[in-house]
Nanobody
Framework: QVQLVESGGGLVQAGGSLRLSCAAS????????MGWFRQAPGKEREFVAA????????QYADSVKGRFTISRDNAKNTVYLQMNSLKPEDTAVYYC??????????????????WGQGTQVTVSS
């Protein structure tokens, strides 16, 4: 089992920045690729970004490319999502997830084995 705990969400004005963190415990963190997803009210949970086990490969949704950066620190068992130039449409609950196929970055929710509880991000206009 892998336990994931997100933090860093909050209320920010449009154009602002936030950094989300996801702390992992329970298994060797570097055995997993990691992803960030988000879910807005009334919408499906959607892919945001993913990173492979070493950080050498990343993938982003088109809607966040150039504004968000995913990174990880395996020594701290933590994955991050730096969010810049935030827009009201970025408002959602953000979830981190772990995928045991650590060499790949994937966009499908079903590919991920473990999920955190989420952290709310609200961007005001």
């Amino acid at each position: 089992q892998v336990q994931l705990v997100e933090s860093g969400g909050g209320l920010v004005q449009a154009g602002g920045s936030l950094r989300l963190s996801c702390a992992a415990s329970g298994r060797t963190f570097s055995n997993y690729a990691m992803g960030w997803f988000r879910q807005a009210p009334g919408k499906e949970r959607e892919f945001v970004a993913a990173i492979n086990w070493s950080g050498s490969s990343t993938q982003y949704a088109d809607s966040v490319k150039g504004r968000f950066t995913i990174s990880r620190d395996n020594a701290k068992n933590t994955v991050y999502l730096q969010m810049n130039s935030l827009k009201p449409e970025d408002t959602a609950v953000y979830y981190c997830a772990a995928d045991s196929q650590r060499y790949l970055t994937k966009t499908a929710r079903a590919s991920y084995d473990y999920w955190g509880q989420g952290t709310q991000v609200t961007v005001s206009s």
